[in-house]
């Protein structure tokens, strides 16, 4: 089992940033792809930005391309996405979720299949205003 704890939503005035992170424990031996999604009210959930624990590779959704950037922390365990130029569309509910995979695996499927996901953070709020 993996536990997924996040931190670091708030409010900002559209234009700034916010620095979100999700911090795992529990099982966190294997390979994982981890990262983000977002759900605004009366919207579904969308793929916001993913990486793999083995490496280097990100994966973000078209919406946040260019403003948002995923890294992360394997000593701590700890994944963070830094949103910059933050627009009233980026706000809503961001749940950090996880899933154990192989070495190989691309995370970017998991942008668009929230349902695979097994792991999920109770999520963290993040407002927008103009």
């Known amino acids: 089992q993996v536990q997924l704890v996040e931190s670091g939503g708030g409010s900002v005035e559209a234009g700034g940033s916010l620095r979100l992170s999700c911090a795992a424990s529990g099982n966190t031996y294997s390979s994982r792809c981890m990262g983000w999604f977002r759900q605004a009210p009366g919207k579904e959930r969308e793929g916001v930005a993913f990486?793999?624990?083995?490496?280097?590779?990100?994966y973000y959704g078209d919406s946040v391309k260019g403003r948002f950037t995923i890294s992360q922390d394997n000593a701590k365990n700890t994944v963070y996405l830094q949103m910059d130029s933050l627009e009233r569309e980026d706000a809503g509910m961001y749940y950090c979720?996880?899933?154990?995979?192989?070495?190989?695996?691309?995370?970017?499927?998991?942008?668009?299949?929230?349902?695979?996901?097994?792991?999920w953070g109770q999520g963290t709020q993040v407002t927008v205003s103009s």
């Open positions: 979720a996880a899933v154990s995979v192989y070495a190989d695996t691309s995370c970017a499927s998991y942008l668009e299949r929230p349902s695979h996901l097994r792991y």
């Open positions: 990486i793999h624990s083995g490496g280097a590779s990100t």
